[in-house]
């Protein structure tokens, strides 16, 4: 069965640093990858997604994540935080054959020092 | 185009109670899933739909849970009678055809607290 690990479940930067938040994933096949933020008191929003492709792809609020399949890792990075960014980031494996059924991390929560 | 629509957002209940959490999907969507979230568990799938016939509910915690879709624009999740373990936010989202590859629209959630 697939599974997400996130290894971090805390990290706090500064505003203006640099932020790489970690996921390994487990799953035999290609997997579909996602990452989530949650703001609190508010659902999850979609920040990017990778199917298939480049392994480098973009998402909103000027995210990116790189695939590794080697690494079974799927890493989100932003150049320079802004105090908007603290919230918790969760990672996430869909399957690729199923119902878009989604197994989430246990997420990352995020603190921004001005 | 309105999103996935929740209520309530918020209700406090006592133990044995029954509780009715309800879900609006966006328009089109063909999957509807109920997740739950608690800070001991994490987000957790209870059941998903699939063109509102229930494809695995093998999330779901026990019999006293139940969720049900009669139509394309409706769900809901029932829990009876409720207990102070099941306080958590609840959380409904849809997606549509598998072609999209599994990208969920999630609703703000219903914060169920259970005394």
């Known amino acids: 069965a697939q599974s997400v690990t996130q290894p971090d479940i805390h990290i706090t930067v500064s505003e203006g640093a640099s932020l790489e938040l970690r996921c390994n994933y487990s799953?035999?096949?290609?997997?579909?990858l996602f990452w989530y933020v949650q703001s609190p008191g508010q659902g999850l929003q979609l920040l990017l997604k990778y199917f298939s492709g480049d392994t480098l792809v973009q998402g909103i609020k000027g995210f990116e994540a790189e695939f590794k399949r080697s690494q079974s890792s799927f890493n989100l990075r932003k150049p320079s935080v802004h105090w908007s960014d603290a919230a918790e980031y969760f990672c996430?494996?869909?399957?690729?054959?199923?119902?878009?059924?989604?197994?989430f991390g246990a997420g990352t929560r995020l603190a921004v020092h001005p | 185009d309105a999103g996935v629509i929740q209520s309530p957002r918020h209700e406090v209940t006592e133990m044995g109670q029954e509780v009715t959490l309800r879900c609006k999907p966006i328009?089109?969507?063909?999957?509807l899933f109920w997740y739950r979230q608690t800070m001991m568990r994490g987000l957790e799938l209870l059941i998903y739909f699939n063109n509102n016939v229930p494809i695995d509910d093998s999330g779901m915690p026990e019999d006293r849970f139940s969720a049900k879709m009669p139509n394309a624009s409706f769900s809901t999740l029932k829990i009876q009678p409720s207990e102070p373990r099941d306080s958590a936010v609840y959380f409904c989202?849809?997606?549509?055809?598998?072609?999209?590859?599994?990208?969920?629209?999630f609703g703000e959630g219903s914060r169920l607290t259970v005394l």
């Open positions: 996430a494996v869909g399957e690729t054959g199923g119902y878009n059924k989604l197994i």
């Open positions: 799953y035999g096949a290609t997997p579909y």
């Open positions: 989202a849809s997606s549509r055809r598998r072609g999209r590859g599994g990208e969920l629209f």
């Open positions: 328009s089109g969507h063909d999957y």
